[in-house]
């Protein structure tokens, strides 16, 4: 699901934001955190 999100930021707002990951896994920038966050909880009602 993470490279769906990262296609998704590249094509709205290309390099501005850094996806960047840590050792384990998630986002450095806190704004992409709270962005990706936000990205799941959308997708997931739209599954259902």
Not at 4 to 24: A, N, P, V
Not at 34 to 40: F, G, P
């Amino acid at each position: 699901m993470q490279s769906i999100f990262e296609h998704w930021m590249r094509q709205r707002y290309g390099k501005r934001y850094s996806l960047q990951r840590d050792c384990h896994g998630f986002y450095c920038c806190e704004v992409v955190k709270r962005m990706y966050d936000v990205w799941c909880f959308c997708n997931q009602k739209h599954l259902h």
